[in-house]
């Protein structure tokens, strides 16, 4: 079975920067695409950035130049390293892992906080 464990969350100033990490197990690790999404309260959940198996990127347009994400297929950890971070960045952050054979995110860990205040 397929765990997904995020850890880094926490409180942090504007303009501060924070790095989320993801360990993963219980599949071949590298045969999947990862991605975080985050979720603030009383908005929808959405794709902050994504990684191939391939090793491809893709950002959500709020956080291109920002955010970094990555991945260590010896480790097992995907990553996510935040920037000149914004109150809007306010939310609870999800780890997730794409199923090989539909390509779609199926695994998710249970999420850390991450929040942004003076």
């Known amino acids: 079975q397929v765990q997904l464990v995020e850890s880094g969350g926490g409180l942090v100033q504007p303009g501060g920067s924070l790095r989320l990490s993801c360990a993963a197990s219980?599949?071949?690790?590298?045969?999947?695409?990862m991605g975080w999404f985050r979720q603030a309260p009383g908005k929808q959940r959405e794709l902050v950035a994504a990684i191939t198996s391939g090793g491809s990127t893709n950002y959500g347009d709020s956080v291109k130049g920002r955010f970094t994400i990555s991945r260590d297929n010896v480790k097992n950890t995907v990553d996510l390293q935040m920037n000149s971070l914004k109150p809007e960045d306010t939310a609870v952050y999800y780890c997730?892992?794409?199923?090989?054979?539909?390509?779609?995110?199926?695994?998710w860990g249970q999420g850390t906080q991450v929040t942004v205040s003076s």
């Open positions: 997730t892992m794409t199923s090989v054979g539909t390509g779609t995110y199926v695994y």
């Open positions: 219980g599949s071949i690790f590298s045969n999947h695409a």
